[in-house]
Structure formats: structure tokens, C-alpha cells
């Protein structure tokens, strides 16, 4: 379901099995360090591809400079410094 996530949205890390909740206005990256999930960066503006992250389920918003629009376009992946969710759920295989 689509569902323009502009309140927030909830970030599910499949491997650690947590759920953490985004607020509007901040990035994936920043919240889950911030909850001490150590998650590997650089650049921090969508133009490195260090954060790129696999996407299990949902729909990212992709802000990056990195993804063609073809990779954007098959929602496999992402980069969790910019990118936020048209979803208000997003599967990371983080
Ligand atoms: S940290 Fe560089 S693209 Fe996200």
C-alpha cells in the first residue's frame, strides 16, 4: 500500500529484528545511530553509496545521487542518509 509517510514512518531491521520509528524531518541514518545501531557512512549526503542499504519491503523515497533510475526505479536498494519512505513501514535487511 502506498501511503505518503509524512508523519514519520517505521524503519524494520530484519536482522536485528527491531523496529524504529522515523520522525518527519529526520534520516534513517541519523535515527538509528542514534539508537545505537552502528551502521556504516561517509558522505552523509546521498552521493557516496557507503549507506546504501538492501530494502526487504516498502517503498523508499530515494534522494540519492548515487542509485540510476533504473536501480531507484526496482526499489532494491537504498541510501538511508537521504532517502526516506513513501511507506509508512520499510523492511532493511539491516
Ligand atoms: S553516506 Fe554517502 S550516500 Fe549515504
Redesign the pocket.
Known amino acids: 500500500m502506498l501511503d505518503v509517510a509524512a508523519k514519520g514512518f517505521t524503519v524494520i531491521l530484519a536482522r536485528s529484528k527491531k523496529s524504529i520509528f522515523v520522525a518527519d524531518g529526520s534520516s534513517i541514518?541519523y535515527t538509528l545511530r542514534k539508537q545505537g545501531v552502528d551502521v556504516?557512512?561517509?558522505?552523509?549526503?546521498?552521493?557516496?553509496?557507503?549507506?546504501?542499504a538492501a530494502v526487504l519491503s516498502g517503498i523508499p523515497d530515494h534522494r540519492?545521487?548515487?542509485l540510476s533510475d533504473a536501480e531507484k526505479a526496482s526499489n532494491q536498494s537504498m541510501?538511508?542518509?537521504?532517502s526516506g519512505s513513501l511507506t509508512s513501514e520499510l523492511e532493511l535487511d539491516l
Open positions: 541514518l556504516p557512512f561517509n558522505c552523509g549526503t546521498g552521493r557516496c553509496g557507503v549507506c546504501e540519492d545521487h548515487v541510501m538511508i542518509c537521504c
